[in-house]
């Protein structure tokens, strides 16, 4: 199994050195299009082994078989080898109806947060992280702020209505009946860090844009985040590259800073 996306930060500059002009011309290529039509990152391509081991019909005219949308691509990751994070589990039945409302309760805020943070998502990255201050466009940046503002607030309320029931120790997932990290809380996650992160990046230059909202259990909620090994090293500290932000010091700053608390 094999992941194609892309590196951030100063890194990026391998695709366009190695594939044509732009970044990311590899996916132009007659190859690539043949994995996915779309043109997209990331896309996920598996191998025999994936399939147990040894060639057959099913996948022998398929070379070689891929999966691609950010939010699929979890999926059957989390399908294959941690059904938890789905709320399921391999032995689950067409007619257990309790774990099949769970799991759907993981893929409604999945789905949500795809159809959702798209453009305040690509808007806002794009602006800050890849464009140089001099020619950002500022109405841009700042409706995509205020995009994301809007959208977490929702999600904010949903955390103050299931959160009062649930243990102190427990993980806050955005999912009701949930104790520990979710496929729902993974996406979310990478959208509230890109959030907080561009909003930092943009201070670093003197813009300073309001927010004006309580977001205390979206505080806890990265705060949990932020104690995970994983999402520091995958999540906060590539997304702190992309904008030439030390981590160590963003952690520092946050501290008194951060507007999720």
Known sequence: MTMLSTSLGPGSSYLIETTGTKPYG???????????????LPTLTLSNYDFGGAENEATSEIEPPAIWESHTCLRYIANRFLPSLLLSNSDASADDGYLLWRRAGVEMWMDWILANFHDANHNYIDQVARTPPENRDEGLYR?????????????ESHLANINGGREPSSFPSICEGASDLTAADIVLGTE???????????????????????????????????????????????????????????????QSTWPCR
């Open 26 to 40: 590899v996916v132009d290529t007659p190859s690539f299009v043949r994995l996915n039509p779309h043109r997209g």
């Open 192 to 254: 509230l860090n890109r959030w907080y992160l561009c909003w930092i990046a943009l201070r670093k230059d003197a813009v300073f844009l309001p927010v004006e909202a309580d977001f205390k259990h979206l505080g806890h909620f990265y705060s949990s985040l932020m104690h995970r090994e994983p999402f520091l090293k995958a999540v906060f500290a590539a997304e702190c590259e992309h904008h030439g932000l030390d981590p160590e010091n963003v952690r520092i700053q946050a």
């Open 143 to 155: 409706r995509s702020h205020e995009s994301y503002i809007s959208l977490f607030m929702t999600v």
